[in-house]
């Protein structure tokens, strides 16, 4: 069984640029999670998702970040328009209904942005 | 402020030597988990304690939560070179089905065992 896919595994983007990172949740799992962990700094947390709808997004920094799951499936994070300080390792972590304490998180994305 | 604070930092150690690793907080919690994580990899969950003063082993690996359930130890025995990654414990919020749970993490031991 697949794990947890994130997608690109690194990017590279100048300043006021857009990236979208993507997210493949183990089939079956209907929570989501997007965490961050900035140069460093502990890994923090950004976003949950049950489903397609948002159940906690109190980590998000700012709303140049937005995050979606349509349909319940994969998630996308958008970063519009992208600053330095946006620069870190993004990781998703998936987990079914009912054992919302056992994450299993994505190998991340690294973002730079320069 | 940080929630949970790990020490040490850094250790580098021989293989087949014992090493501790401890969390540290001021808060209580019902639950605190250990992770650990490799270059390029995100973190994989190791164990998770919930009753104060109990006492986990994985192989060579003992997990202790404090009696107060305030602070946590891995204690790993024998090191050897696969030990080598980022130890992260990590506590949750929520922990009902579909409930938050939302995790905190700590600021993590980078643990390497050279030959």
């Known amino acids: 069984e697949a794990g947890v896919t994130q997608f690109p595994s690194h990017s590279v983007i100048e300043k006021g640029q857009t990236v979208t990172l993507r997210c493949d949740p183990i089939s079956g799992h209907d929570n989501l999670y997007w965490y961050r962990r900035v140069m460093g700094k502990e890994i923090k947390f950004l976003l949950h998702f049950v489903k397609e709808s948002k159940q906690d997004e109190s980590g998000m920094p700012n709303n140049r970040f937005l995050a979606e799951r349509t349909g319940g499936t994969y998630s996308t994070l958008k970063v519009q328009p992208a600053e330095l300080e946006d620069s870190g390792v993004y990781f998703c972590?998936?987990?079914?209904?009912?054992?919302?304490?056992?994450?299993?998180f994505g190998q991340g994305t690294r973002l730079t942005v320069v | 402020t940080q929630l949970l604070e790990q020490s040490p930092q850094f250790l580098s150690i021989q293989e087949g030597e014992n090493l501790t690793v401890y969390c540290n907080s001021s808060s209580v919690f019902s639950s605190l988990q250990w992770y650990r994580q490799e270059p390029g990899e995100g973190p994989v969950l190791l164990v998770t304690v919930v009753t104060g003063g109990e006492v986990k082993k994985l192989k060579r690996l003992t997990f202790q939560f404090g009696d107060a359930r305030k602070d946590s130890s891995l204690h790993i025995t024998a090191a050897q070179t696969g030990d080598t990654g980022l130890y992260l414990c990590?506590?949750?919020?929520?922990?009902?089905?579909?409930?938050?749970?939302?995790?905190?993490f700590g600021t993590g031991t980078q643990l390497k065992v050279e030959l």
């Open positions: 990590a506590v949750t919020k929520g922990g009902r089905a579909g409930g938050g749970n939302k995790l905190t």
């Open positions: 972590a998936s987990s079914l209904w009912d054992r919302p304490s056992e994450a299993f």
